[in-house]
Nanobody, 115 residues
Framework: QVQLVQSGGGLVQPGGSLSVSCTGS????????MSWYRQAPGKQREWIAS???????NYKESVKGRFTISSAYAENSVSLFMNNLEPGDTAVYYC?????????WGQGTQVTVSS
C-alpha cells in the first residue's frame, strides 16, 4: 500500500507564502500524474494543480501565477509552493498520486490565511 505523507502548511497573513510537501513511500516518478486538491469548510474538494514527471504542469485559473508545483522526484517528494495567499485560499490541502486505476491520497494539511 502506497503512503503519501504531507507536511508544511500553517497560518499566514494575506499576501504571505506557505508550502506543503508530499512524500511517498515509493518513487513518485512512477506515478504518471501527481495532483493537488483542496477542500474549504462547507465546500467540495476541488482540483487546483497537476504535474507529470518531467512533463507539463497545469493549474486552476484562480491560483495560476501564485502557486507552483516543485518536484524533487529523486527525493520522492512533491511540493506545492503558494505565494500571495488570499483568505479564499484557506482550506485543507491534499496531494494525490494516480497510476492507472490506483489513486492514493495524502492525509491533508491545513492552510489558513487570516489577518
Amino acid at each position: 500500500q502506497v503512503q503519501l505523507v504531507q507536511s508544511g502548511g500553517g497560518l499566514v497573513q494575506p499576501g504571505g507564502s506557505l508550502s506543503v510537501s508530499c512524500t511517498g513511500s515509493e518513487r513518485l516518478s512512477s506515478f504518471p500524474l501527481m495532483s493537488w486538491y483542496r477542500q474549504a469548510p462547507g465546500k467540495q474538494r476541488e482540483w487546483i494543480a497537476s504535474s507529470e514527471p518531467y512533463g507539463p504542469t497545469n493549474y486552476k485559473e484562480s491560483v495560476k501565477g501564485r502557486f507552483t508545483i516543485s518536484s524533487a522526484y529523486a527525493e520522492n517528494s512533491v511540493s506545492l509552493f503558494m505565494n500571495n495567499l488570499e483568505p479564499g485560499d484557506t482550506a485543507v490541502y491534499y496531494c494525490r498520486a494516480t497510476r492507472g486505476r490506483d489513486i492514493y491520497w495524502g492525509q491533508g494539511t491545513q492552510v489558513t490565511v487570516s489577518s
